[in-house]
């Protein structure tokens, strides 16, 4: 069945439905990565939006359990140039039409996707529709649809869990956790609680963490109540963190940076980091629409610590005064790739040093 996206610029897109056959709208942007469909799709941060992919084929690998970056994917809708609509994987999982029509997400392929994405750099990230039939009244609808800023609230945890473990007590605040993280927490045997993010200091303090992670998340971290700063600002003073994504934009909103919103947001797993210390060069999977502006940060209080290669922004910052420190891109890939899971390695060997000097 044929069916149309409708760009908030007018720009219209036609292609062949699949998926659920609904009516959605969601702010469109592009992810460059060549694999990790899944995992993409699944991702919080990507809560209310729709995912153009440039990898030509999507679907041929099917759907794995153990490629879930959260149980429920929050996407409004999937565009591909063209889609395997029976799974190659020999144990014969369920395909990706199958998948969404479970979840309720309307996909299009056959879609010139170069061609869209060419567009999306040049106009940036934009309100946009699926619909069966182009017409006034779905122009109209788009025109007047204000999309949530509620991203955080929608995907995050309401109530504490535990994923237990044997090691030190890792406190996780969940602003819309990959579950990639919690993988690389297991990989290190963490015992870990995840904690919502409108969690008070006096309940993350009784629990006696030994490090804190802030997580990924998705939407615009200015949205979020100042309660949160609040909380941040406090923690930060009293143990080991790490911030990730969101969690990174929140630690330098906190110390006084101010952020920007980018043109055109980056996501994708071909995004060239540099470590500034060691001059070390790898790739990292990014998921961003915002970037530090370099001229707010007090260098009393923060310094960089990794560069992207692309556009010179922020990749790392870490506090002068106190063990915490932040990334913007995703250290435990999910999807790769893993070159810069040595974050997570630096994130406890601060952890056990704070744990010594304090036992």
């Known amino acids: 069945m044929e069916r149309h996206l409708i760009l908030e610029d007018g720009t219209v897109f036609s292609g062949q439905g699949f998926g659920a056959p609904a009516t959605t ?171 919502p993010y409108t969690t008070t200091v006096d309940e993350v303090l009784t629990l006696d963490p030994d490090g804190i992670i802030l997580s990924t998340g998705p939407g615009n971290p200015e949205d979020l109540p100042d309660s949160v700063l609040t909380l941040i600002r406090v923690l930060q003073t009293k143990v080991p963190l790490l911030g990730i994504g969101l969690g990174h934009e929140l630690l330098a909103l906190t110390n006084g940076a101010a952020l920007q919103a980018l043109p055109a947001e980056y996501h994708g797993m071909n995004h060239p980091i540099q470590e500034i210390i060691s001059q070390q060069i790898f790739y990292a999977r990014q998921g961003r629409g915002y970037v530090i502006d370099m001229d707010s940060l007090d260098n009393k209080k923060l310094f960089v610590t990794h560069r992207d290669l692309v556009d010179n922004s922020a990749q790392g910052i870490r506090l002068r005064d106190y063990p915490a420190f932040s990334v913007q891109f995703f250290p435990d890939g999910a999807p790769g790739p893993l070159e810069a899971n040595g974050i997570f390695a630096d994130f406890f060997e601060t952890v056990a040093d704070y744990v010594q000097k304090n036992n």
């Open 25 to 195: 709208f969601g702010e469109i942007i592009f992810d460059t990565a060549t694999s990790g469909y899944q995992e993409t799709i699944t991702n919080p941060i990507y809560d209310g939006q729709m995912i153009v992919f440039a990898m030509p084929v999507v679907g041929a690998d099917g759907i794995h359990a153990e490629a879930y970056e959260s149980t429920a994917p929050t996407v409004r809708g999937v565009i591909v140039h063209d889609l395997a609509e029976v799974s190659t994987n020999r144990q014969r999982r369920m395909n990706l039409d199958r998948f969404l029509q479970h979840h309720n997400i309307p996909g299009l392929y056959e879609v010139d996707t170069r061609k869209l994405i060419r567009h999306l750099r040049e106009t940036g990230p934009q309100k946009a529709t699926i619909v069966d039939v182009v017409d006034d009244h779905a122009v109209d609808q788009l025109v007047a649809t204000v999309l949530t800023n509620k991203q955080v609230q929608n995907t995050a945890t309401p109530k504490a869990y535990a994923n237990p473990g044997h090691g030190f007590h890792i406190i996780v605040i969940d602003f819309g956790l990959k579950n990639g993280i919690l993988r690389v927490l297991g990989d290190y045997d963490a015992n870990v609680t995840v904690l």
